[in-house]
Each structure stands twice: as structure tokens, then as C-alpha cells.
């Protein structure tokens, strides 16, 4: 499995981590039951600092997409098959809303404006009333 | 607190009435690949003279592994359990590299043989190369060598990377990388070098005239500073008074780009709140943080 990740793009590198592993599990790149490679492994071959792997696959571990096997390393957690297949089929709902939007003439960027601003809205809807963590 | 390998308080050092250090705060934690950067003159090398005792302080606390530096024989129990890889190459000219070695691994009992044989054979150093025939690279992986093999619990290089070609700069880091991941060893690199900085650190301090200004996880970092761009369907009828953490305002016919550092939230709540805004979020880098920090001289 090749991540590919650039440090100087601003984000967060243990985002970017968890960003590509999540995509290859949607993608089933990586199945339930695989194992990851080893933090060592990764942080040699990524160039990367190994405490920033250990916290991506931590954070995928409390999302429930990887699981530690005691001992034997960390694998993509059994029951993620469901939600590769819900994946799938939400990609296809994306992928005829975007043939719309385009359809009527909207740019790349402005179709990316609205879904952040849409989503900001769904968040900032569910998080009414308390704002100050 | 033990998980801290350095730290210091107020650390104080003048040259001929020249603030170096100017109450230098600095807290690195076990285990981390610690990236200090500055300018030319910021107070890196000063710092890194001070911890390993080789420079006297004049006031404030500074503390390696725990023992307070200063002290002679303190200063050399320092040394001891830390490795240190310096800019300044000269090491003994008319030593080869097996020399060089078995001299050094003379006043370390608790060599490791083990690391040695590896690093020796992973760096493809010459045992019979005189050391001025090295290259730099082959010279800077030869003090990690003699570093790492003799056990040490911290590793300080003063720009490890400087004067290598693009391939060395990307092995040099790959070998950080793997020390750190394989044995655990906290390291302590002070750099100009950004793009380094931001691909293998996990912590980072901005040192600017002596003083930090800006540390903690690069990652939190990240996070933390953000770059707003907000587009207004119209002309703006007159300035907006942005709230707190709006650290740098640009403004370009309808475009306002903020560099926030803080709040970010009660910020992009704001841009929304304005009748036609369109808000972005857009990440910002290590070198924006650097230049923003820095920039006030």
C-alpha cells in the first residue's frame, strides 16, 4: 500500500495519514482483516516521525477502523465491510450531484464552497446553542 | 517533571552586553524529534552550548535529563548519555574511521557493538577512509554513529542537514526517523530548514532574538493557525472590526484573508454572520507561522 503525504501542504500530517488510510479502506484498497505495516515501517518509508503514525492509527482506532492485535500489530478492524459498501453507495449520490451541479455550469470551486458551507450549516445546526469548548 | 529531557526557565545569556538568550523557555519531552528554529543568530547555537555545559549561563534554570546544567561534573554526565552531531566537522583529521570508533568507544562502557556493526554497514562508511576524505554526509552519519552507539538517550545535532545535497538531506532524515522509531531516542535538531523541520518533527520551538515565540505539536499548530479567505458577493460598505485572533488582515476588493491564530471559530461565525460572505477555510504552513512570528524586526 503506497500513502503519499506532503508535509508542507498545511495539514496536519497524523490527518493526512488517517485521510489516505480511511480512503483506502472506503476504497478497499485495505479489507477488514488487513494488517497495517508497522509504525517503524511506515515512518521509514514516509519519512515521517513515528509518534505521528502512532497517533493516526490511534485516532482510526477510537473511529473504530482499526483494531490493535495484542502482540501482532494493528489490523483494519472486521466489521468496516459494512461501512465500505455504504461508502460505495454515497459515492454514487456524490457523483450525480456533482453531474448536476456541473450541468448547470458551476466551477469546481464553487461546488466545493457550497458543500463546506452546506456542511458548516448541518454542523453548526447539530451543535446549536453550547460554542465555547 | 522526568518526561522532559530539556528543560529551561528564563535562560539568560549575553555576549559583550548582547542579549543571545533572553529568557529562553524550552520543554522537550521524551522520545520527540524536537525542531528548533530561528534565524541566523537566534540563539539555536548559544543553546545548544549551554545544555551541553560547553557555555555558561547568566541566570535562569536549564536542566538535561533532569540534572541542572552548569556544573562541571555535572556537564560531563551530561555528555555522556547524549550524542551530539555539530555543523562544525572537524573531527580528528588524522584518524580513519575504524580509528575513530575504537577511540571513541573507549570512554563509553556501555557501548553497543550491535549498533555499531549496523550503522556501519546501513551508512556504507569505509572503515579505512581518513576522515577528511569523507563527504559531509558521510561525515554527519559518522558522528550519528558514534552517537547512537554509545548509548545515547538524546541525540542534539545544530543543523545536521546543512551543506548536504537534496539526496543526503532525505537519507540524513530517514536515518533520524529510524533511530527515533527503533530505539526510542529523543532528538533535538535545530534548523532553518523548514521544509526538514515540518517532515519529521513532531515538536517544534520558534526561537526569535533569544526568546521562543512560538512552541508546541506542529500538529497543533496546524490546526490552530488557519488562513480565512472570505469572498463577499458585493462591495464591502465599510471595514470590518474582526475579533480577537485575527492576527494579520489583507484586503483585496471583495477578498479578506485573515491569518487567525486563535478563536478561529467565533471568527468564522463572524464571516458568516456578514450578509453575503462565502467562507473558506485554508490551511496555512510551517513557513507561514515562521515568517509570521519572526516578522516584527
Given at each position: 500500500m503506497i500513502f503519499r503525504l506532503s508535509p508542507s501542504s498545511g495539514q496536519p500530517l497524523y490527518l493526512q495519514l488517517m485521510e489516505q488510510i480511511r480512503h483506502a479502506v472506503e476504497t478497499g484498497a485495505l479489507k477488514a482483516g488487513d494488517q497495517l505495516p508497522t509504525i517503524r515501517k511506515v515512518a521509514e518509508d514516509l519519512v515521517m516521525n513515528p509518534n505521528t503514525v502512532v497517533r493516526a492509527y490511534r485516532e482510526l482506532q477510537h473511529e473504530g477502523i482499526l483494531e490493535p492485535k495484542h502482540g501482532s500489530g494493528v489490523f483494519v478492524k472486521e466489521s468496516v465491510g459494512g461501512r465500505a459498501r455504504v461508502t460505495r453507495k454515497a459515492q454514487a449520490i456524490v457523483e450525480s450531484a456533482l453531474e448536476r451541479l456541473a450541468d448547470l455550469g458551476l466551477t469546481e470551486d464553487e461546488m466545493r464552497r457550497l458543500f463546506d458551507n452546506e456542511l458548516a450549516q448541518l454542523h453548526a445546526g447539530k451543535a446549536s446553542g453550547g460554542k465555547n469548548e | 517533571m522526568n518526561d522532559l529531557v530539556i528543560e529551561t526557565?528564563?535562560?539568560?545569556?549575553?555576549?559583550?552586553?548582547?542579549?543571545?538568550?533572553?529568557?529562553?523557555?524550552?520543554?522537550?519531552?521524551?522520545?520527540?524529534?524536537?525542531?528548533?528554529?530561528?534565524?541566523?543568530?537566534?540563539?539555536?547555537?548559544?543553546?545548544?552550548?549551554?545544555?551541553?555545559?560547553?557555555?555558561?549561563?547568566?541566570?535562569?534554570?536549564?536542566?538535561?535529563?533532569?540534572?541542572?546544567?552548569?556544573?562541571?561534573?555535572?556537564?560531563?554526565?551530561?555528555?555522556?548519555?547524549?550524542?551530539?552531531?555539530?555543523?562544525?566537522?572537524?573531527?580528528?583529521?588524522?584518524?580513519?574511521?575504524?580509528?575513530?570508533?575504537?577511540?571513541?568507544?573507549?570512554?563509553?562502557?556501555?557501548?553497543?557493538?550491535?549498533?555499531?556493526?549496523?550503522?556501519?554497514?546501513?551508512?556504507?562508511?569505509?572503515?579505512?577512509?581518513?576522515?577528511?576524505?569523507?563527504?559531509?554526509?558521510?561525515?554527519?552519519?559518522?558522528?550519528?554513529?558514534?552517537?547512537?552507539?554509545?548509548?545515547?538517550?538524546?541525540?542534539?545535532?545544530?543543523?545536521?542537514?546543512?551543506?548536504?545535497?537534496?539526496?543526503?538531506?532525505?537519507?540524513?532524515?530517514?536515518?533520524?526517523?529510524?533511530?527515533?522509531?527503533?530505539?526510542?531516542?529523543?532528538?533535538?535538531?535545530?534548523?532553518?530548514?523548514?521544509?526538514?523541520?515540518?517532515?519529521?518533527?513532531?515538536?517544534?520551538?520558534?526561537?526569535?532574538?533569544?526568546?521562543?515565540?512560538?512552541?508546541?505539536?506542529?500538529?497543533?499548530?496546524?490546526?490552530?493557525?488557519?488562513?480565512?479567505?472570505?469572498?463577499?458577493?458585493?462591495?464591502?460598505?465599510?471595514?470590518?472590526?474582526?475579533g480577537e485572533g485575527a492576527d494579520h488582515i489583507r484586503q483585496e476588493g471583495r477578498t479578506v484573508e485573515i491569518l487567525v491564530s486563535r478563536n478561529v471559530d467565533a471568527l468564522v461565525n463572524q464571516a458568516r454572520s456578514l450578509p453575503g460572505a462565502s467562507v473558506e477555510r485554508l490551511p496555512v504552513t510551517l513557513k507561514e507561522i515562521f515568517l509570521e512570528s519572526v516578522r516584527s524586526n
Open positions: - | 526557565r528564563e535562560l539568560r545569556k549575553s555576549f559583550k552586553g548582547q542579549a543571545a538568550l533572553a529568557g529562553l523557555n524550552l520543554e522537550v519531552p521524551v522520545g520527540s524529534i524536537f525542531g528548533f528554529l530561528g534565524r541566523n543568530g537566534a540563539g539555536k547555537t548559544t543553546t545548544i552550548k549551554v545544555l551541553m555545559g560547553l557555555l555558561k549561563r547568566d541566570s535562569g534554570d536549564g536542566r538535561v535529563f533532569g540534572l541542572p546544567v552548569g556544573g562541571e561534573s555535572i556537564g560531563i554526565e551530561i555528555r555522556r548519555r547524549l550524542g551530539f552531531v555539530t555543523e562544525d566537522k572537524e573531527l580528528y583529521p588524522y584518524m580513519t574511521v575504524a580509528q575513530i570508533i575504537r577511540f571513541t568507544r573507549s570512554f563509553f562502557p556501555k557501548w553497543r557493538d550491535d549498533l555499531e556493526q549496523r550503522y556501519l554497514k546501513l551508512f556504507d562508511l569505509p572503515p579505512n577512509r581518513k576522515i577528511p576524505d569523507l563527504s559531509k554526509g558521510m561525515r554527519s552519519k559518522l558522528m550519528l554513529l558514534l552517537g547512537i552507539s554509545h548509548g545515547a538517550e538524546l541525540l542534539i545535532l545544530d543543523e545536521p542537514t546543512d551543506g548536504l545535497d537534496p539526496v543526503a538531506v532525505r537519507d540524513m532524515l530517514r536515518e533520524l526517523v529510524a533511530i527515533s522509531a527503533a530505539e526510542g531516542t529523543t532528538i533535538f535538531f535545530s534548523s532553518h530548514q523548514l521544509e526538514e523541520v515540518e517532515q519529521i518533527a513532531d515538536r517544534v520551538c520558534i526561537i526569535d532574538r533569544g526568546t521562543a515565540v512560538v512552541t508546541g505539536s506542529l500538529d497543533d499548530l496546524k490546526t490552530q493557525y488557519l488562513r480565512l479567505r472570505i469572498v463577499f458577493a458585493e462591495e464591502l460598505p465599510a471595514p470590518i472590526h474582526w
